[in-house]
């Protein structure tokens, strides 16, 4: 369930401060010159990068679409990080280019990664509800374990109906930074 009150936290997944994208464990972006609505939907001609969901500009149509239905994107974290909480944000059907919502993902996994990228601990599973705020804020499990990532995996499992992409507008990652060891 979504937290209910919108608190102040760190956003560890901002480009400014120096999060980055794992191409090598991200899915592909939406190709969208093999659909003749590209055409038509004229802020797809040339889809973004998916570092798009580490910046703050969620105007319409300024998301990363994600190849099909389901899909993944791996987030290097500027720091170890003590995960608390992840937020997921859309826009609203009104202000659409398409004049829906069918292409926002609906059920998500996220888990915290190693430095490695070779293991991953789960760390929730909720869904983003079109129906409700644009800004939707989820506690993380890991809000409870003594161990702190440098890397986040949000799996996208679902969308509200798009077969051919997923649109993800912007993603933050809220926790506590791990202090540095004196060793």
């Not at 972006?29 to 500009?57: H, M, S």
């Not at 996220?110 to 070779?118: K, L, Q, S, T, Y």
């Amino acid at each position: 369930m979504a937290l209910e009150v919108l608190v102040e936290m760190s956003d560890w997944a901002l480009k400014s401060s120096g999060a980055t994208i794992d191409a090598q464990r991200t899915s592909e972006t939406y190709n969208c010159k093999e659909n003749w609505g590209c055409r038509v939907l004229w802020f797809f001609c040339t889809a973004n990068p998916p570092d798009t969901i580490l910046q703050p500009d969620v105007s319409p149509g300024n998301c990363w679409p994600l190849q099909g239905h389901q899909g993944q994107v791996v987030i290097r974290l500027p720091a170890r990080v003590h995960l608390t909480a992840v937020a997921v944000q859309h826009i609203a059907k009104e202000v659409s280019p398409s004049g829906t919502v069918i292409s926002a993902p609906r059920d998500i996994a996220v888990f915290g990664v190693d430095a490695d990228g070779e293991e991953e601990t789960l760390l929730g599973t909720f869904t983003y509800d079109v129906a409700q705020e644009l800004i939707q804020t989820f506690p993380l499990k890991n809000a409870l374990l003594p161990r702190a990532f440098s890397r986040i995996k949000l799996l996208v499992k679902s969308n509200w109906g798009n077969p051919a992409y997923t649109c993800i507008y912007r993603v933050q990652v809220h926790g506590k930074s791990k202090p540095e060891s004196l060793d």
